[in-house]
């Protein structure tokens, strides 16, 4: 043995950090390609002189209201809406030790569907016209999400359920706020039900700065939290019994993963609409690109995830234009195979 592998083997950790710093740099740098390619590609395509130009505010007025009125707020609404799901999906996964956990398969996320569809449902007359502003449909979106979240959070912790049990109390919950969500559509006058069904089906074209905004400030509190209880979701990896030998409250810490993943998919969906799967594929993608400890893996899923919107969106802008496909539909076609794979994956495993 040479005193080079060695120390390899002495130090694995250290040998695996330049790795991970690589892999995190290369997804930091898609994003910041595909964020410039959404800002230059659309409708009107823009070369990077342009671009650049209408950015520093020296470009043509056009340009420039086009980037910073249309463009600009739909990015930086797929990427904070992105980031937020990947989180949340992986502090569910982290809870519930459990890679497939996410907000869509806890029902969290149809959740915020019913209380969308249920508000419009209340507040829409017989002409089809709303009768309160629509300013308040995210507030309804968060209502709703916590309320799902919640009674999956209370059935766990009356009945002690194991992982597997509580992603089955979220997918019957789930199902039971689609058939909600169907019923309330068809029984009567919703507001603007194309409107209401692109929602439902994930899209940020509408996005604007008050919106992106308040998103901001939310995840401006709630993504520092995740990386402080970093150290907490590390030792929930281990067996129950051995997580309470070091000292962690395992229920405690479960609930509060539990609860600020709920909270962060309702700032989420409430503005960007039910986008799907991107809270499973991005923490399963960073757990196998970086491995290591739960800060690591954090940053990692939080630049995956905003990659992914953003590249649904940008994909749906340039294929489909000029219609206004979601880019919850694109995120769909990737999400649903790849839940397919980690399905045969965890089978193979078992077996």
Known sequence: MTAASFAQRAHPVRSRIPARVAILVACATVLCALALASVALGSSGMSLQRVLSAILGTGERSDTIIIWSLRM???AMAGLSGLALALAGFALQRATRNPLASPSVLGIVDG???????FLFLFSNDENAL????QWQPLAAVLGALGFAGLVILLAARTGAPPLRVILYGVALGALAKAGVTLFIVDGPVHRAS????WLAGSVYQARWADVQVLAIVLGVLVPLVFLLARRMDQLQLDELSAQATGLPVRATQLMLFALAATLT???VSFAGAIGFVGLVAPHA??????????VQALGAALIGAAIVIAADLAVRVLFAPLEVPAGAV???????????????AGRVHA
């Open 266 to 268: 309702a700032a989420a």
């Open 286 to 295: 960073a757990r196998l690109m970086l491995g290591g400890r739960a800060g």
């Open 112 to 118: 915020a569907a019913l209380g969308v569809v249920v």
């Open 195 to 198: 409107q209401a069904a692109m």
């Open 73 to 75: 707020p739909r990015l």
């Open 331 to 345: 995120t769909a076609v990737i999400g649903a195979p790849y839940f397919l794979f980690i399905l045969i994956r």
């Open 131 to 134: 009768t309160v502003s629509i």
